[in-house]
């Protein structure tokens, strides 16, 4: 199954930032469920950023997955986590149309057990984080 994201911002107005929202494990230990991500609509994309698309074959379903790279046909992406599934070693490259921006930022919100005072530090410390590219997807790429 592929990570779901919904755009929650956009309501047809040409901003070239958005936000969206992860259901899903295929972007795990990178984001997870229910993080909310910043996303700059129409940014250069290059290996190793995290992008929104258009699902190809469910077009109304965006996804969040890493570009590792540029192929004939558009981009190669990836789920960081190998086991999820629902990338493109299920529906091949994603035509260049199809994929809608780059992941900047991800807020993760805090959980219902974080009462005592570390746990409140530790989520402090890690909500809000820019998300970086990570240049070595091409290498896991010829891993696989």
């Known amino acids: ?13 040409a901003l070239p ?12 230990p990178t984001l997870h ?11 250069r994309v ?3 950023d995290v992008v929104v698309l258009r699902h190809p074959f469910q077009q109304d379903l965006l996804v969040v997955k890493r570009a590792a790279e540029r192929r004939e ?10 086991y999820a599934g629902g ?3 299920d ?22 057990g974080q009462r005592s005072p570390l746990a409140l530090v530790r989520w402090a410390l890690s909500a809000a984080r820019p998300v970086l590219a990570d240049r070595s997807a091409s290498r896991r790429l010829r891993a696989r």
């Open 73 to 82: 046909g558009g981009w190669w992406v990836l789920g960081d986590n190998a």
């Open 46 to 48: 290059r290996p190793g």
């Open 91 to 112: 529906y091949g490259a994603v035509p260049e149309d199809l994929v809608l921006g780059r992941v900047r930022f991800r807020y993760r919100p805090r959980t219902q």
């Open 1 to 13: 199954m592929p990570e779901l994201s919904q755009e929650t911002d956009r309501r047809g107005v």
């Open 87 to 89: 990338d493109s070693t």
């Open 17 to 28: 930032f958005g936000l969206a929202e992860v259901t899903g494990p295929s972007m795990v």
């Open 33 to 43: 469920h229910g993080d909310q991500l910043l996303v700059q609509y129409g940014a």
